[in-house]
């Protein structure tokens, strides 16, 4: 298999490589939690304290589809941030999911993908220096091109979390038995 950073045919040059880096995670995403059990899904660690794999997932997922809105120049629909958010709880800790299906939780990462390429698709490359803000009270400034890109690093920053986690999941059924 070749790996390449080759965009979709109807995106300019370089919106398709952010993309395509995007879309890289995302199903590199869908690897390594394949076959995880819905106890896996919700294990927060050998003491509870952790965020679960359903937790980093859905929290990718929000800061995505918020990126996708940014893009967008919209702020995100309040149906949006009620299905999703919000991003962090009273605790300042991600918010709890659980019982939620792995298939559940790709299918509507899926379709913020979805989102994100039509989104790219209407995008130039000269759209990409334009200034957006965000943060939890949209206090930082960065341009479209380094959220696409942050989009891609962020998904694969929690991949390690979930790595580990499946991990520790492993020793700690092992140990069970």
Not at 111 to 129: F, G, I, P, R, Y
Not at 156 to 175: D, V
């Amino acid at each position: 298999m070749l790996k390449d950073l080759q965009g979709e045919a109807n995106m300019s040059p370089i919106v398709g490589m952010l993309y395509s880096a995007v879309k890289e995670n995302s199903q590199r995403l869908q690897l390594i939690t394949k076959g995880m059990s819905q106890e896996e899904v919700d294990y927060k660690g050998h003491d509870g304290s952790f965020n679960s794999t359903a937790q980093l997932m859905r929290h990718i997922l929000y800061v995505d589809l918020n990126w996708v809105y940014r893009m967008k120049g919209e702020p995100l629909p309040y149906s949006l941030q009620e299905q999703y958010g919000p991003m962090i709880d009273a605790n300042n800790r991600l918010p709890m999911i659980q019982g939620k299906s792995l298939n559940t939780l790709i299918s509507e990462y899926e379709e913020v993908l979805s989102m994100l390429k039509d989104t790219c698709s209407q995008l130039q490359d000269a759209d990409l220096d334009r200034v957006v803000t965000f943060g939890h009270e949209n206090e930082k400034q960065a341009t479209i091109r380094w959220g696409l890109w942050h989009m891609a690093d962020h998904n694969r920053y929690h991949q390690a979390h979930i790595n580990l986690l499946r991990k520790w999941y492993a020793e700690h059924s092992f140990s069970k038995n």
